[in-house]
């Protein structure tokens, strides 16, 4: 159709429903390589530290699709992979949420090996994600869904109510260093 029906189509679907229309995501030839059938995604977690009038980054983590599957959710098969906060590499596994499998090493469909791939932008990322907290610094603790693509990190989604197992699984437990932030 030419671009005035487009136009039109749209427009009339538009008055009919409520929908949300963005920018398709393409992302960064180094995630690709990892598993190019979904948009694979950091989980960011960050903690604004009132005494400190800032935002920190805690645990990162990158979910990436697999066996096929077009999503990167840990709840739909996917891969959990912990991330080096000082470096933006990968840890040496990739998990899979209870009942889809244990720990691998390697991407199952790819073959990549997990342990010190770069990530690339990850230090940009976790700036924009604490440059982002601060305007919200009313909510304690933030999950940042941040897909990487060839000109920086693109934000998502945050999630105040996030699955942190994720995170846990991949790096540790969090209530030491969510602790040194948060006066509860």
């Not at 995604?41 to 979910?63: F, G, H, K, N």
Request: charge should be negative; glycine fraction near 8%; proline fraction near 3%.
């Amino acid at each position: 159709m030419s671009s005035d029906e487009a136009q039109s189509f749209l427009v009339k679907i538009l008055k009919q429903e409520n929908y949300l229309v963005q920018t398709l995501v393409i992302q960064h030839d180094q995630i690709s390589r990892l598993y190019d059938k979904s948009i694979n995604t950091l989980r960011l977690i960050t903690v604004y530290d009132a005494e400190q009038q800032q935002a920190v980054p805690l645990s990162a983590v990158l979910r990436v699709g697999a066996h096929g599957n077009v999503v990167d959710n840990w709840a739909q098969g996917g891969l959990a992979i912990g991330i080096d906060m000082a470096t933006g590499k990968l840890h040496k596994y990739g998990f899979y949420k209870h009942g889809f499998g244990t720990k691998v090493t390697c991407h199952p469909d790819t073959l990549v090996e997990f342990d010190g791939y770069d990530l690339p932008f990850f230090q940009e990322a976790l700036q924009q994600a604490c440059d982002l907290h601060k305007h919200l610094h009313n909510i304690v603790v933030i999950g940042w869904d941040i897909a990487i693509t060839p000109q920086g990190p693109m934000f998502i989604e945050g999630n105040d109510n996030m699955e942190v197992s994720i995170n846990q699984e991949t790096n540790g437990g969090l209530k030491k260093a969510l602790l040194k932030h948060v006066n509860y």
